[in-house]
Nanobody, 122 residues
Framework: QVQLVESGGGLVQAGGSLRLSCSAS????????MGWYRQALGKERELVASITTGGRTDYAESVKGRFTISKDDARSLVYLQMNSLKPEDTGVYYCNTATFPVRPGSRGLASWGQGTQVTVSS
């Protein structure tokens, strides 16, 4: 059963913006803090943004001030607005359950979706 589906990635120039969306099953969204993870080529998956069931947010230092996580419970969607993108933001982005606040080693508990590729050119 597919529970997480990410979309919205693409190729963008440095300084540009993208908005990612994640369709999550209602039960996952209602019971868990959610987050966006990023996996760069050859690196481990890392949590970059987290949102609680109540809407509090936290971010990794590398994206703080540039990325905004939000969610729409009625539509079972989690968003990641990414502004001022840098080449080092390149990677595959996934959503999943997450720790709050953001901390290293966070692991999603749900089955991973296919992710969405973000490529930032310099």
């Amino acid at each position: 059963q597919v529970q997480l589906v990410e979309s919205g990635g693409g190729l963008v120039q440095a300084g540009g913006s993208l908005r990612l969306s994640c369709s999550a099953s209602r039960i996952i969204l209602s019971l868990n803090n959610m987050g966006w993870y990023r996996q760069a080529l050859g690196k481990e998956r890392e949590l970059v943004a987290s949102i609680t069931t109540g809407g509090r947010t936290d971010y990794a230092e590398s994206v703080k001030g540039r990325f905004t996580i939000s969610k729409d419970d009625a539509r079972s969607l989690v968003y990641l607005q990414m502004n001022s993108l840098k080449p080092e933001d390149t990677g595959v982005y996934y959503c999943n359950t997450a720790t709050f606040p953001v901390r290293p080693g966070s692991r999603g508990l749900a089955s991973w979706g296919q992710g969405t590729q973000v490529t930032v050119s310099s």
